[in-house]
């Protein structure tokens, strides 16, 4: 998972998005599919993404009238070392800003609702927390950018997914050496 990263066994052990998933799992109690991206991600995907996020912090400055403070950043959380977080653009002081330019709508049509109606559980929503989570922020507006259409979804910190976050953390790192499997290369 992208933005998720266990820092303490990235070197050392080699771990799937599938062994990744069964230790959030263990974490939030939710079924391990729920972390895993239902899309493919290509490089040709990737690139248009890219291309095309100043188009979606344009549009989203220009429909919420919200200033973007774009900073592109890696950062890690503040307690918890092994989790991270890429932050596209902070927002006030409180919020910040997760831009999606769907691949699949790259000939034009209409964002879908699954784009950006996440449910609580599923993998959207939990990385949406875990952004929250990392940045520090209190809500978080998704943004979905395509040529003919453009949405924008709020969505606030759960504190009760901190909560159970925090309450399993203690005990997870017999999980993440039992899951992931030593690098020997």
Same mark, same amino acid.
């Given at each position: 998972?992208?933005?998720?990263?266990?820092?303490?066994?990235?070197?050392?052990?080699?771990?799937?998005?599938q062994?990744?998933?069964?230790?959030l799992?263990?974490?939030v109690?939710?079924?391990?599919?729920?972390?895993?991206?239902?899309?493919?991600?290509?490089?040709?995907? =990737? &690139?248009?993404? /890219?291309n095309?996020?100043? !188009?979606? *912090?344009?549009?989203?400055?220009?429909?919420?009238?919200?200033?973007?403070?774009?900073?592109?950043?890696?950062?890690?959380?503040?307690?918890?070392?092994?989790?991270?977080?890429?932050?596209?653009?902070?927002?006030?002081?409180?919020?910040?800003?997760?831009?999606?330019?769907?691949?699949?709508?790259?000939?034009?049509?209409?964002?879908?609702d699954?784009?950006?109606?996440?449910?609580k559980?599923?993998?959207?929503?939990?990385?949406?927390?875990?952004? =929250? &989570?990392?940045? /520090?922020?209190?809500?978080? !507006?998704? *943004?979905?950018?395509?040529?003919?259409?453009?949405?924008?979804?709020?969505?606030?910190?759960?504190?009760q997914?901190?909560?159970?976050?925090?309450?399993?953390?203690?005990?997870?790192?017999?999980?993440?050496?039992?899951?992931?499997?030593?690098?020997?290369?």
């Amino acid at each position: 998972m992208k933005n998720i990263v266990l820092d303490q066994l990235h070197s050392s052990f080699v771990c799937t998005d599938q062994d990744v998933a069964t230790v959030l799992m263990s974490i939030v109690g939710s079924d391990t599919s729920a972390f895993i991206p239902s899309y493919p991600c290509s490089e040709r995907a =990737l &690139e248009y993404s /890219n291309n095309h996020f100043e !188009d979606a *912090v344009w549009g989203y400055q220009i429909a919420s009238s919200n200033v973007v403070k774009i900073v592109n950043k890696y950062i890690r959380h503040r307690e918890f070392s092994w989790l991270a977080g890429n932050i596209s653009a902070y927002v006030a002081d409180d919020g910040v800003i997760s831009v999606r330019c769907p691949f699949d709508l790259i000939g034009g049509g209409e964002i879908g609702d699954n784009d950006v109606d996440f449910v609580k559980g599923s993998w959207e929503w939990q990385r949406v927390q875990c952004l =929250l &989570e990392v940045a /520090n922020r209190e809500w978080c !507006d998704v *943004v979905v950018w395509a040529p003919d259409d453009f949405a924008i979804k709020r969505y606030h910190r759960d504190l009760q997914w901190r909560s159970q976050l925090e309450s399993t953390i203690t005990n997870s790192a017999d999980l993440f050496l039992s899951t992931c499997t030593m690098n020997v290369a």
